[in-house]
């Protein structure tokens, strides 16, 4: 058994200790919780802990805090020379600080709370300082998903701010397709099978080949069409600005 403790409390903690909790061959001994009310719906108060003394020993612990906390919260766990890792996509494993051994075990996904999500075919990517504390991370990562990788930690960033575009960029302008149908009495909804097509269409075509639309077609009336009916200036921009970046890359 892979004994575990978890440091956090937010979206990505709380998923990884539901998966965690039902993996086979993991004992998840304790969490840590400056405010432990937070984790009191998946652990019973006695696996909870806020003070950094009472952090029990553990094969690992894994850091699942926000990036600009990670610094802080390893640099006061209390104990030495065990290995400690932390859950982000791009910080460098030189973020963790010196007195414990390093190391990275970072699901490549999108996590909101109350969202319930299948680990299987997340990525776990690792890294590490040595390759003993390795193998316990590829351990890990096989007991709670079926896609584990090597991934350095300039790796990791490139692949970070790569999942920006492809998610957080894109969820955003779902949210613009969706304002723009509540504000026009159009269900979002009929949206949906459109979104779903697009998102599977790259698991067989690159995304360059998979691209359709007006600014590739070059059809001016429909983009001119399409600014006029925006009135919000800053989407008219975002619009014109994406419509020149996909004609940019046809040239190539």
């Known amino acids: 058994m892979i004994k575990v403790v978890l440091i956090g ?24 919780a400056r405010t ?25 612990y894994i850091i699942s805090v926000s990036d600009n906390a990670i610094a802080e919260v390893s640099s006061q766990l209390p104990f030495e020379n065990r290995l400690v890792v932390h859950t982000s996509g791009s910080s460098a494993l030189s973020v963790l600080n010196d007195k414990n051994r390093k190391g ?28 003993t504390d390795y193998l316990l991370l590829e351990k890990l990562g096989n007991c709670i998903s079926q896609k584990v990788v090597r991934i350095n930690s300039e790796q990791r960033k490139s692949l970070h701010v790569a999942a920006v ?22 269900p979002f909804e009929v949206l949906h099978p459109l979104i779903q097509e697009t998102a599977h269409k790259i698991m067989e075509l690159s995304p360059k080949e998979a691209q359709t639309g007006p600014a590739l077609r070059n059809d001016t009336k429909t983009i001119v069409k399409h600014l006029d009916f925006l009135e919000n200036p800053k989407y008219k921009e975002l619009y014109q600005l994406l419509t020149q970046s996909i004609q940019n890359v046809k040239k190539l």
């Open 104 to 131: 990275v075990f970072y699901p490549l996904q999108t996590f909101s709370k109350g969202k319930e999500i299948d680990f299987a075919p997340i990525p776990i990517c690792l890294e590490a300082e040595n390759e």
């Open 36 to 60: 432990p009310n937070h984790l009191s719906h998946l652990l019973p108060e006695t696996k909870i802990t806020a003070d950094y003394q009472k952090i029990t020993e553990a094969d690992l």
């Open 165 to 186: 575009f492809v998610c957080n960029f894109v969820n955003h302008l779902y949210q613009i397709g969706n304002e723009i149908c509540e504000e026009n009495n159009v």
């Open 9 to 32: 409390s937010g979206n990505v903690a709380q998923h990884l200790i539901q998966v965690l909790l039902q993996a086979k061959d993991v004992d998840l001994v304790q969490a840590f």
